[in-house]
Protein backbone atom coordinates (compact mmCIF):
# COMPACT_ATOMS: atom_id res chain seq x y z
CA UNK A 1 0.00 0.00 0.00
CA UNK A 2 1.03 3.48 -0.17
CA UNK A 3 3.23 4.66 2.91
CA UNK A 4 5.52 8.09 3.35
CA UNK A 5 9.07 7.66 5.41
CA UNK A 6 10.06 11.16 6.97
CA UNK A 7 13.65 11.41 8.74
CA UNK A 8 12.82 11.45 12.64
CA UNK A 9 13.08 14.38 14.57
CA UNK A 10 13.92 16.94 16.42
CA UNK A 11 15.93 18.66 13.95
CA UNK A 12 17.50 21.15 15.79
CA UNK A 13 19.05 24.52 13.41
CA UNK A 14 20.69 27.37 14.36
CA UNK A 15 19.10 30.67 12.59
CA UNK A 16 20.01 30.97 8.76
CA UNK A 17 21.13 27.57 8.56
CA UNK A 18 20.43 25.11 5.77
CA UNK A 19 17.43 22.59 6.21
CA UNK A 20 16.50 19.70 4.47
CA UNK A 21 14.21 17.24 5.92
CA UNK A 22 13.67 13.95 3.91
CA UNK A 23 10.91 12.31 2.61
CA UNK A 24 10.49 9.32 0.70
CA UNK A 25 7.04 7.58 -0.31
CA UNK A 26 5.90 4.06 -1.55
CA UNK A 27 2.96 4.09 -4.02
CA UNK A 28 1.04 2.79 -6.96
CA UNK A 29 0.75 4.69 -9.58
CA UNK A 30 1.71 8.34 -9.68
CA UNK A 31 0.33 10.34 -6.48
CA UNK A 32 0.94 14.08 -5.74
CA UNK A 33 2.94 14.92 -3.34
CA UNK A 34 2.86 17.59 -0.40
CA UNK A 35 4.40 18.88 2.74
CA UNK A 36 2.66 20.36 5.36
CA UNK A 37 3.36 22.45 8.42
CA UNK A 38 1.94 22.27 11.95
CA UNK A 39 2.36 25.44 14.35
CA UNK A 40 2.10 25.21 17.91
CA UNK A 41 -1.38 24.43 18.90
CA UNK A 42 -2.72 24.88 15.55
CA UNK A 43 -3.64 22.62 12.44
CA UNK A 44 -1.97 21.68 9.38
CA UNK A 45 -1.00 24.27 6.67
CA UNK A 46 -0.36 23.05 3.54
CA UNK A 47 3.49 24.72 2.47
CA UNK A 48 3.53 23.39 -1.07
CA UNK A 49 3.06 20.50 -3.34
CA UNK A 50 4.22 18.70 -6.94
CA UNK A 51 1.65 17.11 -8.71
CA UNK A 52 4.35 15.01 -11.17
CA UNK A 53 7.69 13.74 -11.78
CA UNK A 54 10.04 16.61 -11.91
CA UNK A 55 7.81 19.42 -10.80
CA UNK A 56 9.09 21.49 -8.13
CA UNK A 57 6.84 23.15 -5.23
CA UNK A 58 8.18 26.92 -3.12
CA UNK A 59 6.44 28.64 -1.05
CA UNK A 60 8.22 30.76 1.95
CA UNK A 61 11.20 30.30 0.71
CA UNK A 62 10.64 26.27 1.40
CA UNK A 63 11.63 23.81 -1.90
CA UNK A 64 10.87 20.55 -2.75
CA UNK A 65 11.01 18.68 -5.82
CA UNK A 66 9.18 14.92 -6.82
CA UNK A 67 12.18 12.95 -7.56
CA UNK A 68 10.22 9.56 -9.33
CA UNK A 69 13.68 8.15 -9.75
CA UNK A 70 14.51 7.83 -6.14
CA UNK A 71 10.85 8.16 -5.06
CA UNK A 72 11.41 11.13 -2.60
CA UNK A 73 10.65 14.54 -1.99
CA UNK A 74 12.89 15.90 0.40
CA UNK A 75 12.21 19.60 1.69
CA UNK A 76 15.01 22.15 1.65
CA UNK A 77 15.57 25.93 3.03
CA UNK A 78 18.64 27.86 2.64
CA UNK A 79 18.07 29.60 5.96
CA UNK A 80 15.60 29.51 8.28
CA UNK A 81 14.65 31.39 10.88
CA UNK A 82 12.99 31.06 14.73
CA UNK A 83 9.74 31.02 13.17
CA UNK A 84 10.10 28.22 10.86
CA UNK A 85 9.96 26.26 13.91
CA UNK A 86 7.04 23.82 13.75
CA UNK A 87 6.65 19.97 12.75
CA UNK A 88 6.63 19.22 9.15
CA UNK A 89 4.66 16.22 7.59
CA UNK A 90 5.19 14.93 4.46
CA UNK A 91 2.11 13.52 2.74
CA UNK A 92 0.91 11.97 -0.46
CA UNK A 93 -2.53 11.98 -2.15
CA UNK A 94 -3.89 8.43 -2.97
CA UNK A 95 -7.73 8.02 -4.12
CA UNK A 96 -7.96 11.54 -2.84
CA UNK A 97 -6.94 10.82 0.77
CA UNK A 98 -4.00 12.35 2.39
CA UNK A 99 -1.43 9.93 4.04
CA UNK A 100 0.96 11.36 6.12
CA UNK A 101 4.50 10.26 7.44
CA UNK A 102 5.15 10.34 11.10
CA UNK A 103 6.51 14.50 10.93
CA UNK A 104 9.48 16.11 11.77
CA UNK A 105 10.13 18.61 14.84
CA UNK A 106 12.05 21.29 13.47
CA UNK A 107 13.22 23.62 16.05
CA UNK A 108 15.64 27.01 15.40
CA UNK A 109 17.64 28.70 17.70
CA UNK A 110 18.31 32.39 17.64
CA UNK B 1 -13.46 32.99 5.76
CA UNK B 2 -13.41 31.62 9.31
CA UNK B 3 -12.00 28.51 7.74
CA UNK B 4 -12.45 25.29 9.48
CA UNK B 5 -14.15 25.50 13.00
CA UNK B 6 -13.71 22.63 16.09
CA UNK B 7 -14.95 22.84 19.03
CA UNK B 8 -14.06 22.08 21.96
CA UNK B 9 -10.61 23.09 21.60
CA UNK B 10 -9.78 20.98 24.21
CA UNK B 11 -12.12 18.40 26.36
CA UNK B 12 -11.01 16.17 29.43
CA UNK B 13 -13.29 13.75 30.06
CA UNK B 14 -13.33 10.42 32.49
CA UNK B 15 -13.60 6.19 30.86
CA UNK B 16 -16.95 5.80 30.05
CA UNK B 17 -18.29 8.81 28.79
CA UNK B 18 -19.63 10.25 25.78
CA UNK B 19 -17.28 12.60 23.90
CA UNK B 20 -18.94 14.62 21.26
CA UNK B 21 -16.30 16.33 19.28
CA UNK B 22 -17.90 19.20 16.82
CA UNK B 23 -16.60 20.22 13.66
CA UNK B 24 -17.91 23.37 10.93
CA UNK B 25 -16.47 23.13 7.24
CA UNK B 26 -15.04 26.10 5.31
CA UNK B 27 -18.62 26.77 2.85
CA UNK B 28 -18.90 25.26 -0.28
CA UNK B 29 -16.30 22.52 0.40
CA UNK B 30 -17.75 19.07 -0.51
CA UNK B 31 -15.64 16.99 0.95
CA UNK B 32 -14.80 16.74 4.88
CA UNK B 33 -12.20 14.77 6.94
CA UNK B 34 -11.70 13.72 10.30
CA UNK B 35 -8.39 12.41 11.23
CA UNK B 36 -6.72 11.66 14.85
CA UNK B 37 -3.09 12.48 15.00
CA UNK B 38 -1.38 10.72 18.22
CA UNK B 39 2.51 9.94 18.98
CA UNK B 40 2.37 6.54 18.24
CA UNK B 41 0.13 5.99 15.31
CA UNK B 42 0.99 9.93 13.70
CA UNK B 43 -1.96 11.26 11.93
CA UNK B 44 -4.64 9.05 10.70
CA UNK B 45 -7.71 9.59 8.31
CA UNK B 46 -10.86 8.08 10.88
CA UNK B 47 -13.84 8.93 8.23
CA UNK B 48 -15.00 11.31 5.16
CA UNK B 49 -17.94 12.62 3.58
CA UNK B 50 -18.55 13.89 0.18
CA UNK B 51 -22.11 16.57 0.00
CA UNK B 52 -22.37 14.60 3.50
CA UNK B 53 -22.29 11.10 3.06
CA UNK B 54 -20.04 9.24 4.62
CA UNK B 55 -17.22 8.04 1.83
CA UNK B 56 -15.03 5.35 3.36
CA UNK B 57 -15.16 4.77 7.08
CA UNK B 58 -12.18 2.05 7.65
CA UNK B 59 -10.37 4.21 9.63
CA UNK B 60 -12.49 4.03 12.34
CA UNK B 61 -10.74 1.94 15.14
CA UNK B 62 -14.42 0.48 16.11
CA UNK B 63 -17.82 0.60 17.15
CA UNK B 64 -17.40 2.97 19.95
CA UNK B 65 -16.38 5.52 17.35
CA UNK B 66 -19.00 6.98 14.94
CA UNK B 67 -19.24 10.40 13.11
CA UNK B 68 -22.26 11.75 11.39
CA UNK B 69 -22.56 15.04 8.68
CA UNK B 70 -26.38 16.01 8.73
CA UNK B 71 -25.88 18.88 7.20
CA UNK B 72 -23.17 20.92 4.43
CA UNK B 73 -22.35 23.30 7.57
CA UNK B 74 -21.69 20.31 10.69
CA UNK B 75 -20.30 17.33 11.29
CA UNK B 76 -19.72 15.41 14.47
CA UNK B 77 -17.28 12.56 15.89
CA UNK B 78 -19.05 10.66 18.66
CA UNK B 79 -16.90 8.30 20.92
CA UNK B 80 -18.85 6.02 23.12
CA UNK B 81 -17.78 4.77 25.49
CA UNK B 82 -14.28 6.45 25.91
CA UNK B 83 -11.28 5.09 26.67
CA UNK B 84 -7.84 6.17 28.29
CA UNK B 85 -6.30 4.70 24.82
CA UNK B 86 -8.32 7.53 22.62
CA UNK B 87 -6.61 10.54 24.07
CA UNK B 88 -5.15 11.91 21.05
CA UNK B 89 -5.88 15.71 19.08
CA UNK B 90 -8.38 15.26 16.45
CA UNK B 91 -8.54 17.24 13.55
CA UNK B 92 -11.29 18.21 11.11
CA UNK B 93 -10.60 18.89 7.27
CA UNK B 94 -12.10 20.31 4.51
CA UNK B 95 -12.23 20.55 1.12
CA UNK B 96 -13.38 21.85 -2.31
CA UNK B 97 -12.91 18.85 -4.35
CA UNK B 98 -10.25 15.88 -4.99
CA UNK B 99 -8.45 16.95 -7.94
CA UNK B 100 -4.78 17.93 -6.91
CA UNK B 101 -5.44 21.74 -7.25
CA UNK B 102 -7.52 21.29 -4.23
CA UNK B 103 -6.59 21.79 -0.38
CA UNK B 104 -7.23 20.71 2.10
CA UNK B 105 -7.52 23.04 5.16
CA UNK B 106 -7.41 21.83 9.27
CA UNK B 107 -9.29 23.33 11.54
CA UNK B 108 -7.23 23.71 15.15
CA UNK B 109 -8.07 20.46 16.23
CA UNK B 110 -9.56 19.30 19.28
CA UNK B 111 -7.28 18.14 22.04
CA UNK B 112 -8.83 15.12 23.99
CA UNK B 113 -7.81 13.59 27.25
CA UNK B 114 -9.64 10.40 28.89
CA UNK B 115 -8.97 9.54 32.65
Known amino acids: GNSVTQMEGPVTLSEEAFLTINCTYTATGYPSLFWYVQYPGEGLQLLLKATKADDKGSNKGF ?3 YRKETTSFHLEKGSVQVSDSAVYF ?5 GGKLIFGQGTELSVKP | DAGVIQSPRHEVTEMGQEVTLRCKPISGHDYLFWYRQTMMRGLELLI ?7 IDDSGMPEDRFSAKMPNASFSTLKIQPSEPRDSAVYFCASTRGLAVSDTQYFG ?7 L
Open chain 2, 48 to 54: YFNNNVP
Open chain 2, 108 to 114: PGTRLTV
Open chain 1, 63 to 65: EAT
Open chain 1, 90 to 94: CALSG
